[in-house]
């Protein structure tokens, strides 16, 4: 999948705030705190699987079950919260901004 240099800042904005919304719906914590973690989160997860995509002929999936992964752990320990409840909410996120990312390649 290539994606054009010129887009990556808009995307990764794009899935901050999605992600951030998702979290602030779903969590129901500050919103200042939430939008950070989210940030954090997707500034150490989506580069890397951004560059992946651009550079590696790897299967999609495999790399979203990595970011959701990590991100879980990261939501962890950011919001203190059961590692169980960290999983379904980067699941949900994941699932989200992954499927808008695999709907944006086919176009």
């Not at 994606?3 to 990764?12: N, T, V």
């Not at 939008?35 to 995509?53: F, G, H, K, R």
């Not at 909410?89 to 989200?96: G, K």
């Amino acid at each position: 999948m290539f994606i054009p240099s010129e887009l990556l800042p808009a995307l990764l904005l794009s899935t901050i705030i999605i992600e951030f919304a998702l979290l602030w719906i779903l969590v129901r914590r500050s919103p200042a705190k939430l939008l950070l973690y989210s940030a954090l989160v997707n500034c150490v997860t989506w580069p890397v699987a951004t560059l992946v995509y651009r550079g590696v002929f790897v299967q999609f999936f495999f790399i979203e079950i990595l970011v959701f992964a990590a991100e879980a752990v990261m939501l962890k320990l950011l919001l203190r919260i059961k590692l169980k409840n960290a999983a379904l909410l980067s699941l949900a996120a994941n699932s989200i901004t992954a499927a808008i990312g695999f709907l944006a390649a086919l176009l």
